[in-house]
Every structure is written in structure tokens, then in C-alpha cells.
């Protein structure tokens, strides 16, 4: 199975700040890979498909970039209600893998 | 508007059955694949399982092979997700997710529900 590795860990940033968190395949995943967003108690929420494209209803600061094995999840200027949990996810290949998440809490 | 929501979850004892339901509303339900992804306490997201829109295709994890089984039923607008031989490691709380259409992403999940299996 394709395993996804995301650094940092932990992210510390303060409001306003630029986030810049990383994930990893083992092997290519071309460009199908996602982000998500989790806060405590409750359902993750899609924020990136296919690498670049923004899902529904996501604000502007969140950018996605990268292809093959690298990728790129980017928060232009944090906003208080961004603080969470972040994961990808690959769809290039069964089983669906998630990576191990990274933390981006308030400095 | 979209919602999924869970049931079926509660304390079951090691190697014993438990049937997840998922009732969809709001949103074509036969038009899309569906997964279950799971969360242990504390931990990670982990994906269990997808079906596709007309049921004829379904993947699982290594982890529940075997074990597990996704099914729906497009006439009750239901997924489910039927769990045999449980394991203390299935213990977690079991998203369903409707998948962004033609894509194998999640995007409308539920709450969830708790599955812990204890003796």
C-alpha cells in the first residue's frame, strides 16, 4: 500500500502567519491526492482534491500544490479558526491511505 | 441540504458481530460511492472501506479484509457496514463519508459513531 508521510508533526504558528505543511508517497500518486481539516470532536472536512483544486466552499488561503511524490498544503495567513488537525489522503491506488496528520496549533 | 448520519455503534465483546447503518438525505444517494473511514481514540484517520454507486465494486482495507463487508441499499438511501469477528484494534469512531463524485474523497461526512469492543 502507498504510505503517506506529513511534516511536521506539529506546526506553531501565531495568527497571520504562513502555514506550509508536507506530505509524502512512498511512490507516485500523480496528482490524486487531498487535504483535509479536523478540529476536536468533530468530522474531517475536505478542503483539497486532486493536489490543487479547492472543494466547495473553501476560502482562498488554503493552496495545494505538488505531483508525483511530493505535495504541499499552504495557509497564506492563518485565521484563529484555523487551528487543527490537517491529513492527506491518496486516491491513486487501493487501499485509499491517509497520512499520519499534522498539528497546527496556536503559537 | 447534504447530511449522512451514523448508528449501530456501542460496546460489543471481542469476536463478536456489530452492523453500522449510515441514512443519507438531501443528495441523490445512488448517484455516489460511499466509504467508511474509522478513528481510533486519539489517533489518526484510518480508511475502512468504499462501495460504489450501484454496490458493484467494493475495496477494503488490509485491517478488516475478511472481516468487514460494505453494502448498501439505494431503495432505504442506507449504507452499511457489517463487522464480524471484532478485534480490541476495531475500536474507534466510524465515519461514513459520501465521496466527491468521481473522485474517492470524502466530502460530506457524518458524526460518526463509537464502536468499542471490550470483554
Known amino acids: 500500500e502507498i504510505v503517506l508521510t506529513q511534516s511536521p508533526a506539529t506546526l506553531s504558528l501565531s495568527p497571520g502567519e504562513r502555514a506550509t505543511l508536507s506530505c509524502r508517497a512512498s511512490?507516485?500518486?500523480?496528482?490524486?491526492l487531498g487535504w483535509y481539516q479536523q478540529k476536536p470532536g468533530q468530522a474531517p472536512r475536505l478542503l483539497i482534491y486532486d493536489a490543487s483544486n479547492r472543494a466547495t466552499g473553501i476560502p482562498a488561503r488554503f493552496s495545494g500544490s505538488g505531483s508525483g511524490t511530493d505535495f504541499t498544503l499552504t495557509i497564506s495567513s492563518l485565521e484563529p479558526e484555523d487551528f487543527g488537525v490537517y491529513y492527506c489522503?491518496?486516491?491513486?491506488?487501493?487501499?485509499?491511505?491517509f497520512g499520519g496528520g499534522t498539528k497546527v496549533e496556536i503559537k | 441540504q447534504v447530511q449522512v448520519v451514523e448508528s449501530g455503534g456501542g460496546v460489543v465483546q471481542p469476536g463478536r458481530s456489530l452492523r453500522l447503518s449510515c441514512a443519507a438525505s438531501?443528495?441523490?444517494?445512488?448517484?455516489?460511492?460511499m466509504h467508511w473511514v474509522r478513528q481510533a481514540p486519539g489517533k489518526g484517520l484510518e480508511w475502512v472501506a468504499v462501495i460504489s454507486y450501484d454496490g458493484s465494486n467494493k475495496y477494503y482495507a488490509d485491517s478488516v479484509k475478511g472481516r468487514f463487508t460494505i453494502s448498501r441499499d439505494n431503495s432505504k438511501n442506507t449504507l452499511y457496514l457489517q463487522m464480524n469477528s471484532l478485534r480490541a484494534e476495531d475500536t474507534a469512531v466510524y465515519y461514513c463519508?459520501?465521496?466527491?463524485?468521481?473522485?474517492?474523497?470524502?466530502?460530506?461526512w457524518g458524526q460518526g459513531t463509537l464502536v468499542t469492543v471490550s470483554s
Open positions: 489522503q491518496q486516491r491513486s491506488d487501493w487501499p485509499v491511505t
Open positions: 438531501g443528495f441523490i444517494f445512488s448517484n455516489y460511492g
Open positions: 511512490q507516485s500518486v500523480s496528482s490524486y
Open positions: 463519508a459520501k465521496e466527491k463524485r468521481g473522485y474517492s474523497y470524502g466530502e460530506s
